[in-house]
Every structure is written in C-alpha cells, then in structure tokens.
C-alpha cells in the first residue's frame, strides 16, 4: 500500500526551510514510516506537500544524500530512494579524521584489539546459529579465492564485520566499520599481502569459528589476539607486540 504523504508532511514555516524539510524526511524514516528501498515523490510533489519552493526541496535532498539517508538515482524511473549508507559515510568521516589529526597506525591496531576482544565476548553470548552459517559462509569463500591464487582480502576484512554483527550490538558495528576504515585505506596505499600470509589468516578466522560454536571463550580470544597481531605485523612488520589490558565486556 503506498504512502499517504499528505497525512504524513504538513507545511513549513521557517527561514531555513530545507532543514526543516530534511529533519521532517529523516524523522520519517527513523520511525520506520518511510523504509530502504522506497522511493520519495519528485522534487515538485515534495515541495507542494511541504509548501516550501523547490529549491528548498533540492537543498533538503543533497543534505540526506551527502549524509547517507538517500542516494539520488538518475533516469526516468530515478529519484531519491531510502538508502541507509551511513554507516559507510562515518567510517569515511572517521578515516579523514584520523588522517587529518595524523593519527598512529600503532595506536590504531592496539584499539581494534582491545574492541575487538571485547566484541568476542558478546558474541560468545548473543551469536545465534545464522550468524555462525554467515562466518562459514565467509571462510568458505576465502578458501575458495586462495584455491584460486587469489586474494581473500575483502573476505578477510568482512569476517570481522560479521563478528562484530553477531554481538548483536550495533554500536560495535559502527566502530569495528570505522576502524576497518583506516587499514584498508593503509593496505591499499603501502601493503601487499601475499598468500601465504593470507591462508595463515584464514585459517586462524577458522578456528576462532571452531571455538566459537564450542562457547570456547578463553581459546577465541587467544585466536583473535594471533589473528589481530598477524594483520597488524603485515602493516607494520618491524612493530613490537604490545599487551592489551581488558576485563569482560569492557573496552
């Protein structure tokens, strides 16, 4: 059943009226009232509904657009469609930010191991068996890639996105993204991991899994802490192991 938007918006009367127009979008999609995937109406029904001129409604768009609510699609069928890519967008943020401020890539691997601990232990406690089915799914996929002589690079990275999604916390997500951010950046730009080093890698994302299924706290965290210092010394290769103080659920 599609939306009702003239029950939904009412007009506005503000001297900022595209802030007013995207508070009003985003508020909508907060509350669920508008969804992923649905497509608002064009430039001019918005800037009727809103009472506002369509310049308004341009300025509202560009500023959902740019900070990750809708992606604007271009053609006849095109539009503004809900799109939450905010997620992308903060971790970008966050990896200007950690380059504008020059932040250490030191400093940088010793957080991600001290979140990402503490990531495991939520995990331990809230994976469900969907969640353990989508980490095979990515070590499988890895495997494939080395049996091919490739690189299992992305699924090397996702395989962390999807622990820090089996914690069930979304905060976690949010972080782990953004710091992921700043290594593949780094990777990309000075870093080529060879295969060797990537089946190494593989195969420890294995056994963290075996241990996981097992409610093996103790042995995923020791797997983890190898896992994190192996793709921190691929980085840095002449870094020093630096320990990590942690207590359960803690960071």
């Known amino acids: 059943m599609p939306t009702d938007y003239e029950k939904l918006i009412e007009p506005i009367k503000s001297k900022r009226t595209f802030e007013e127009v995207s508070d009003k979008l985003k508020?909508?999609?907060f509350n669920g009232t508008l969804k992923p995937g649905q497509?608002?109406?064009?430039?001019?029904?918005l800037a009727q509904l809103f009472h506002v001129g369509r310049q308004?409604?341009?300025e509202a768009l560009r500023v959902l657009e740019l900070s990750g609510?809708?992606?604007v699609r271009p053609g006849v069928k095109g539009g503004a469609i809900i799109e939450?890519?905010?997620l992308s967008k903060m971790a970008a943020l966050f990896l200007d930010t950690f380059k504008f401020h020059r932040g250490s890539l030191e400093d940088c691997i010793i957080a991600r191991t001290a979140i990402e601990l503490s990531v495991l232990d939520f995990v331990i406690e809230n994976a469900r068996k969907d969640d353990t089915e989508a980490l095979r799914s990515n070590i499988m996929a890895a495997k494939k890639k080395l049996d091919a002589n490739r690189s299992p690079y992305e699924e090397n990275i996702d395989f962390h996105r999807l622990l820090a999604k089996a914690s069930k916390?979304?905060?976690?997500s949010i972080v782990v993204e953004s710091i992921l951010a700043v290594f593949s950046d780094f990777r990309s730009r000075h870093v080529s991991v060879n295969l060797k080093q990537s089946k190494a890698?593989?195969?420890l994302h294995e056994a963290i899994l075996h241990a996981l299924v097992a409610k093996d706290q103790a042995k995923a965290a020791e797997l983890l802490r190898k896992d994190l210092a192996a793709a921190g010394n691929i980085l840095l290769p002449n870094r020093k192991s630096t320990p990590v103080r942690r207590n359960a659920h803690a960071v």
């Open 169 to 172: 916390n979304h905060t976690f």
């Open 27 to 29: 508020e909508l999609i």
């Open 56 to 58: 308004s409604v341009r």
């Open 39 to 45: 497509q608002l109406p064009s430039e001019g029904a």
């Open 84 to 86: 939450g890519t905010m």
């Open 69 to 71: 609510f809708i992606s």
């Open 201 to 203: 890698i593989v195969g």
